[in-house]
């Protein structure tokens, strides 16, 4: 049985091409490589870093191994994945945005020839090379998994998936888009993706009993659009995880001796459209106390429009049920500064 080598969530290693020189060692001395990747998974997420999230699993595996407490990672997907699998800036693997072709060779959203994969490199060190998952580094089929140096793959080549074929129940869905070794197929009704992922997973580990074997495993969870099992929603139902904060929980905690932020930037996020009523309450109710805050930052219209933003967050600063601010319009950022500190 080999060695297993486990690595988990953001990490990226450098591709070295002395990974060839193992050629002449046996099967027996090389590890089984598992690279998981899940995707918008924020850092406490996982109850090894004080989540409220069951994750056992990962918490033991937390607990026995190497856990990162500094590191990085871009702030969106395809960069991210990039520079995971190929170690390289993501700008210097021709994905500098999401897989979209901008035009330079820094921004043509797929992996170029210069840029190895882990793929590539391990396989010329003897190893089976496996992709169960998210691609997101190539939409055209030139550049999909399995011409880039993935002997199998399963999995969806875009951005984010539906985790069920709602098609049947909902109109202008289409159904669930995947790719199994170049070849385009379709989720199974009832089948729920991630699940699949894994499964398709577990079958080629078992696959490769002769070779050492490298697995990428780059789960569609917990990416929107938040999609699960109803044993998996009903074990939270009743946390403060389930359905969102009520009005009444709203005004509980402005009642508290403790500062309070209360994002009304989240209505823009498909996900959190059920939360749109409450806050547009308690906006109204505060209207004389609600503060805009200038905030230096880039202004990209265009992404704007592209990602259909129609609000943007206010933040409201409060003292137990008191607004710290009395005055209306645009606060300098001195003032901010100053404010706070006295509230605090």
Not at 167 to 188: A, C, F, H
Not at 242 to 255: M, R, V
Not at 274 to 296: M, Y
Not at 313 to 322: A, E, F, H, R
Request: hydrophobic share 35%.
């Amino acid at each position: 049985m080999h060695r297993i080598l486990l690595i988990f969530t953001f990490v990226t290693l450098s591709l070295n091409l002395t990974l060839g020189q193992s050629k002449n060692q046996s099967s027996a001395q090389k590890p089984n490589i598992i690279l998981v990747m899940v995707d918008d998974l924020g850092y406490s997420d996982f109850g090894a870093y004080g989540s409220e999230i069951q994750t056992p699993t990962i918490d033991k595996l937390a607990a026995e191994g190497l856990r990162l407490r500094e590191f990085y990672n871009n702030s969106i997907c395809a960069p991210t994945r990039a520079s995971l699998i190929t170690g390289q800036y993501h700008h210097k693997a021709g994905v500098g945005y999401f897989n979209v072709n901008l035009g330079l060779p820094a921004y043509q959203g797929w992996l170029n020839k210069e840029s190895l994969t882990f793929g590539e490199v391990l396989k010329q060190a003897g190893y089976n090379t496996y992709l169960s998952g998210k691609w997101h580094v190539g939409n055209d089929s030139l550049y999909w998994p399995n011409q880039r140096g993935f002997d199998r793959f399963y999995g969806f080549i875009g951005g984010a998936s539906n985790f069920y074929d709602i098609s049947p129940y909902k109109d202008k869905v289409p159904p669930v888009e995947l790719v199994e070794n170049n070849r385009r197929i379709n989720l199974e009704p009832g089948k729920y993706l991630t699940d699949e992922i894994m499964n398709h997973a577990i079958s080629y580990i078992n696959e490769s009993k002769n070779k050492p074997f490298f697995l990428y495993l780059a789960y569609n969870a917990p990416h929107w659009p938040l999609q699960a099992p109803a044993e998996d929603i009903a074990r939270y139902k009743e946390s403060t995880m389930g359905p969102g904060l009520t009005l009444a929980a709203y005004q509980a905690q402005l009642k508290t001796d403790k500062l309070v932020l209360v994002d009304f930037g989240s209505r823009y996020c498909g996900s959190c459209k059920k939360l749109a009523p409450t806050v547009d309450e308690i906006e109204k109710e505060q209207a004389a106390n609600v503060k805009v805050i200038r905030i230096e930052a880039y202004e990209n219209k265009g992404l704007v429009k592209e990602l259909g933003i129609t609000a943007l967050p206010t933040l409201v600063l409060y003292k137990g049920d008191q607004a710290v601010w009395k005055k209306t319009g645009v606060t300098p950022k001195g003032e901010i500064q100053s404010s706070i500190a006295e509230s605090l």
